[in-house]
């Protein structure tokens, strides 16, 4: 029994791909400029995380599979519509913010088109995040009014949770079309869903699950270098628990939050995504589009440009 389970740990490797990625988040562009407003993540993935003691808590993988390391970065801001409202808008959405890290571990097993991700989430969420600063300054940047209301936003408190998310091929066009599902859930402070989806792409990239979208020289071998592709994301969502709307499990003394009643427990997204890649370079923008998440919502949508480099 001992000789079977050693022989399943040796079936795993830890790829050698290290890459970085970056991604920022706004709903200027559209004219809208409410509700999940701005937005920036930072992704490292590298082999020398597999040391991190935080590995031993993300759960087990399936036999054979190639693992990815990383620490992703988030930080977001939300508003209610009116910005310029110098008081609390009630019924409408808090201002809130959070920055948080993932410490995370991707499981990819090529043969059975099937990827596990988990992670742990630590970090903080309220004024700490600086919020109020970055979009007061990216307005005046831009000539656009003057957020009056971050000092009643969502009050500081811990955001700490446990999220997983599970892929599998369900279809697939030789290498210039895919379609995969999806079913995911995050239990913590700040989240707490369970959510199922499906992804189609169509064009020219790299496998989902040959690697996570761009590879080092080595890596990528004889392998087409250019990456030209679309993509159509759809998502349903049940929603367990949001402190951006409810405020934080710990601190309770927020100027404004939003009652549980006022919460809509079934949250769809739509994601539509334009990508361009040459060898180890990849740029996305993405177009998302979600429905009311509370009682007298609207639904919003935000632009999303990222890139992602192999090094």
Not at 139 to 149: C, D, F, S, V
Not at 208 to 224: K, P, S
Not at 243 to 270: D, E, H, I, K, W
């Amino acid at each position: 029994m001992r000789a079977q389970a050693q022989l399943l740990r040796d079936s795993t490797r830890v790829s050698a791909d290290r890459l970085l990625e970056y991604s920022f988040a706004n709903d200027a562009f559209l004219r809208t400029d409410y509700y999940y407003t701005q937005g920036m993540t930072l992704l490292l993935v590298s082999p020398a995380l597999q040391y991190s003691p935080v590995n031993r808590i993300l759960g087990p993988v399936p036999a054979g599979s190639t693992l990815h390391h990383g620490i992703r970065l988030h930080y977001d801001g939300f508003t209610p519509l009116r910005i310029q409202d110098p008081f609390i808008r009630v019924g409408d959405r808090p201002y809130a913010s959070y920055i948080y890290a993932d410490l995370l571990r991707v499981a990819t097993h090529p043969g059975r088109r099937l990827r596990l991700t988990t992670a742990l989430n630590v970090g903080l969420l309220g004024p700490g995040a600086g919020a109020k600063g970055f979009q007061t300054k990216f307005h005046e940047l831009l000539g656009a009014p003057t957020p009056r209301g971050w000092d009643y936003q969502v009050q500081t408190d811990v955001v700490l949770g446990y999220e997983a998310r599970l892929e599998k091929q369900l279809l697939a066009l030789g290498r210039v079309a895919e379609l995969n599902g999806a079913a995911s859930a995050s239990l913590g402070t700040l989240h707490t869903y369970a959510a199922a989806g499906t992804t189609l792409r169509v064009g020219w990239r790299q496998p989902t699950f040959e690697g996570l979208g761009v590879a080092g020289r080595a890596a990528r071998g004889g392998r087409g270098r250019v990456q030209a592709y679309a993509q159509a994301q759809a998502e349903g969502r049940l929603v367990g628990y949001n402190a951006t709307l409810q405020g934080g499990l710990f601190n309770r003394r927020n100027p404004y939050v939003l009652p549980a009643s006022a919460v809509r427990r079934a949250v769809a997204q739509g994601t539509g995504t334009l990508g361009l890649g040459y060898a180890g370079v990849r740029v996305e923008t993405a177009l998302t589009w979600v429905s009311p998440e509370f009682t007298g919502a609207r639904t919003h949508r935000w632009n999303t440009i990222s890139i992602r480099v192999a090094f």
